[in-house]
């Protein structure tokens, strides 16, 4: 009996450490997949800048290096977004999108821009919340 109870003790022992091992091995891999990651969200930031123009207007600027294609601009909850001038299809670096955003009592501040860097690539978002008006 007692070596039947050490044997099963030993597998029960080798079980254990292939465990640890393979969930060390687990770790390291998501540690570095996270890694990756990071660093390459770390590598593009989203190319906006909202700035207020006068009265209600706003100049969403592409404030990054390329242009960008097939901008989608959502409006705050319970709000309106009216696009005065600019082209949605594609935004060079420097331009600008004139926009109106009709904010309403209880709802969200934030507009969210969709985009992508290729047309038809992946897209990208992000979000803002709209400046106060002085």
Same mark, same amino acid.
């Given at each position: ?16 450490? #292939? ?6 091995? /687990?770790? $390291? ?10 660093? /390459? @969200? ?11 123009? /006068?009265?209600?207007? $706003? ?6 290096? @390329?242009?960008?294609?097939?901008? @989608? ?7 309106? $977004? ?5 082209? $949605? ?11 109106? #955003?009709?904010? #309403? ?19 990208? @978002? ?9």
């Amino acid at each position: 009996m007692d070596n039947a109870a050490f044997v099963v003790s030993l597998v029960a022992v080798v079980f254990a450490v #292939a465990a640890v091992v393979y969930t060390r091995r /687990q770790t $390291l891999a998501n540690e570095r997949a996270t890694a990756i990651l990071e660093a /390459q @969200e770390a590598r593009y930031r989203a190319p906006w800048r909202l700035e207020r123009r /006068q009265r209600g207007s $706003l100049n969403l600027i592409n404030d990054g290096d @390329e242009p960008v294609y097939g901008i @989608e601009i959502e409006p705050p909850p319970n709000g309106r $977004l009216i696009v005065e001038d600019g082209s $949605l299809d594609v935004l060079t670096s420097g331009s600008a999108i004139a926009i109106t #955003a009709v904010l #309403a009592w209880g709802g969200g501040t934030s507009i969210t821009v969709t985009w992508s860097r290729s047309p038809g690539g992946e897209r990208h @978002e992000w979000s803002m919340p709209v400046p106060p008006t002085p």
